[in-house]
């Protein structure tokens, strides 16, 4: 997961239910995923998901009030993490160091979940010198109870020539193939998806896909690789596609002819979760664009790429940090409401005129930036009259808001020069412009125009 907006990780939690005060609605707690942040050892944060996860409260998590009987942490293999008081702590020790760990909880109420637990590092924006650990606690109850399934499935499989029947009720997508993908039985649930024709599993992924996984297929049937499992899209009978996770298990006895059995599960749901949680992350809530935090990210990467060898030299980076002239007076004049309908606006128009492989962003109240790759020589100041342009006519499109234009400063990437230098060059930049009259570009180290 990308890094979630420091907004929503500040806001303070109030206690749970459950003989706590009641929570307030907040974004946090609209996730399906759980989230828990610590600076240190510390809890600084944490939503409703991860409780209900945990089966614990808000002060259990913090270690204000003991756990209930019966509440236990487990290892991947089954063996306890330690005693219940000190078990999270290790956990999130491990995440730090591992950056994704898997773990099982036994709850009070005699509930048992697995739960894959993510750590990432994000600097708090009150304080850049203090590290905020997000943790993010994804169910995997439902994958492990599958993955038990599949693997009775598979021993039947194993020990049983006549399993036609059992692969025949299976709800999973279910088919043996040989070792060059050649389907030689599918269940319904199979042909279901891919059509009764579908005569090799490579012809349903991608073409790009193709030769790695016949090559993975032959080390599966050569027993070098005792299983394989991986996401791809699958080509549906009906048109379309879906992703799917597909599970490719050497058959050691196994049905006449098959040396693989594979087992296709449709995770599109799944993958849809984790898309909407990096749109949270990444993204500018109110405008759709990057927020401050990605454009960064982009930025420290394309600066790092300057560096490296081999780089085409016939194209070059440039940023132009946008401070909106005569928002204030939108704010005053049409209230709040007015204010993000013509930022909503202005992001818009600044997007429609950059190509889709520059990154726009909007970096907080009424300042955006823009990261954008040119052929030299190029004109960036020709590209910055026409964004300011456009930012004229996007304020026109609520009624009654008063005039609101740009200044813009112009800033070139150069090799040795970090992200923050390089936003504050473009930022005395900006401010020149402001200074010569507003409403106009000036590019970092260049006369302002009059």
Same mark, same amino acid.
């Given at each position: 997961?990308?890094?979630?907006?420091?907004?929503? +990780?500040?806001?303070?939690?109030?206690?749970?239910?459950?003989? /706590?005060?009641?929570?307030p609605?907040? +974004?946090?707690?609209?996730?399906?995923?759980?989230?828990?942040?610590?600076?240190?050892?510390?809890?600084r944060?944490?939503?409703?998901?991860?409780?209900?996860?945990?089966?614990?409260?808000?002060?259990?998590?913090?270690?204000?009030?003991?756990?209930?009987?019966?509440?236990?942490?487990?290892?991947?293999?089954?063996t306890?993490?330690?005693?219940?008081?000190?078990?999270?702590?290790?956990?999130?020790?491990?995440?730090?160091?591992?950056?994704?760990?898997?773990?099982?909880?036994?709850?009070?109420?005699?509930?048992?979940?697995?739960?894959?637990l993510?750590?990432?590092?994000?600097?708090?924006?009150?304080?850049?010198?203090?590290?905020?650990?997000?943790?993010?606690l994804?169910?995997?109850?439902?994958?492990?109870?599958?993955?038990q399934?599949?693997a009775?499935?598979?021993?039947?499989?194993?020990?049983?020539?006549?399993?036609?029947?059992?692969?025949?009720?299976?709800?999973?997508?279910?088919?043996?193939?040989?070792?060059?993908?050649?389907?030689?039985?599918?269940?319904?649930?199979?042909?279901?998806?891919?059509?009764?024709?579908?005569?090799?599993?490579?012809? +349903?992924?991608?073409?790009? /896909?193709?030769?790695g996984?016949?090559?993975a297929?032959?080390?599966?049937?050569?027993?070098?690789?005792?299983?394989?499992?991986?996401?791809?899209?699958?080509?549906?009978q009906?048109?379309?596609?879906?992703?799917c996770?597909?599970?490719?298990?050497a058959?050691?006895?196994?049905?006449?002819?098959?040396a693989? +059995?594979?087992?296709?599960?449709?995770?599109?749901?799944?993958?849809?979760?984790?898309?909407?949680?990096?749109?949270?992350a990444?993204?500018?809530?109110?405008?759709?664009?990057?927020?401050?935090?990605?454009?960064?990210?982009?930025?420290?990467?394309?600066?790092?790429?300057?560096?490296?060898p081999?780089?085409?030299?016939?194209?070059?980076?440039? =940023?132009?940090?946008?401070?909106?002239?005569?928002?204030?007076?939108?704010?005053?004049?049409?209230?709040?409401?007015?204010?993000?309908?013509?930022?909503?606006?202005?992001?818009?128009?600044?997007? /429609?005129?950059?190509?889709?492989?520059? =990154?726009?962003?909007?970096?907080?109240?009424? /300042?955006?930036?823009?990261?954008?790759?040119?052929?030299?020589?190029?004109?960036?100041?020709?590209?910055?009259?026409?964004?300011?342009?456009?930012?004229?006519?996007?304020?026109?499109?609520?009624?009654?808001?008063?005039?609101?234009?740009?200044?813009?400063?112009?800033?070139?990437?150069?090799?040795?020069?970090?992200?923050?230098?390089?936003?504050?060059?473009?930022?005395?930049?900006?401010?020149?412009?402001?200074?010569?009259?507003?409403?106009?570009? =000036?590019?970092?180290?260049?006369?302002?125009?009059?």
């Open positions: 997961m990308g890094a979630v907006d420091n907004r929503m +990780l500040h806001s303070q939690p109030s206690p749970s239910p459950g003989g /706590e005060a009641e929570r609605p907040r +974004l946090l707690d609209a996730l399906d995923e759980g989230l828990i942040v610590t600076a240190g050892d510390e809890i944060d944490c939503n409703a998901a991860a409780l209900c996860l945990l089966g614990m409260t808000t002060e259990q998590l913090r270690g204000r009030e003991p756990l209930g009987p019966g509440w236990l942490a487990f290892w991947d293999h089954g306890p993490l330690d005693d219940a008081g000190r078990a999270l702590r290790l956990a999130f020790r491990h995440a730090r160091e591992r950056g994704t760990i898997t773990i099982g909880i036994h709850r009070v109420d005699g509930s048992r979940g697995w739960i894959a993510s750590c990432r590092v994000v600097q708090d924006e009150a304080d850049s010198a203090q590290e905020l650990f997000v943790y993010t994804r169910d995997l109850t439902a994958q492990r109870e599958l993955e399934e599949n009775h499935y598979r021993q039947i499989v194993d020990t049983l020539h006549a399993s036609y029947s059992i692969l025949e009720q299976s709800p999973i997508a279910m088919c043996s193939i040989d070792v060059d993908g050649q389907v030689v039985r599918g269940n319904m649930a199979f042909l279901t998806l891919a059509g009764a024709e579908t005569t090799s599993i490579l012809s +349903l992924v991608p073409e790009e /896909e193709r030769d996984l016949r090559d297929f032959v080390k599966v049937g050569d027993g070098a690789t005792p299983t394989l499992r991986l996401e791809t899209r699958i080509r549906r009906a048109g379309g596609s879906t992703w996770e597909i599970t490719a298990v058959m050691q006895e196994g049905l006449p002819d098959a693989i +059995l594979l087992l296709i599960n449709d995770v599109t749901e799944r993958r849809r979760r984790e898309a909407r949680l990096r749109q949270l990444e993204r500018d809530p109110l405008t759709g664009v990057h927020n401050r935090r990605s454009f960064l990210q982009v930025l420290r990467e394309r600066l790092v790429s300057l560096d490296r081999g780089r085409r030299g016939d194209a070059e980076w440039t =940023v132009m940090l946008i401070d909106l002239d005569g928002f204030k007076g939108v704010n005053d004049t049409c209230g709040h409401a007015g204010g993000d309908a013509v930022l909503i606006a202005v992001a818009a128009g600044i997007r /429609e005129r950059m190509r889709l492989d520059d =990154v726009v962003a909007r970096l907080g109240g009424d /300042e955006f930036a823009v990261l954008m790759q040119s052929r030299i020589p190029y004109d960036a100041i020709a590209v910055g009259d026409q964004i300011i342009a456009r930012i004229a006519e996007a304020a026109k499109t609520f009624p009654g808001a008063p005039p609101v234009t740009a200044s813009i400063g112009i800033v070139r990437l150069r090799a040795g020069r970090g992200a923050d230098a390089t936003l504050a060059a473009a930022d005395a930049a900006m401010y020149d412009a402001k200074r010569a009259g507003k409403a106009r570009c =000036v590019e970092a180290g260049a006369k302002t125009r009059p």
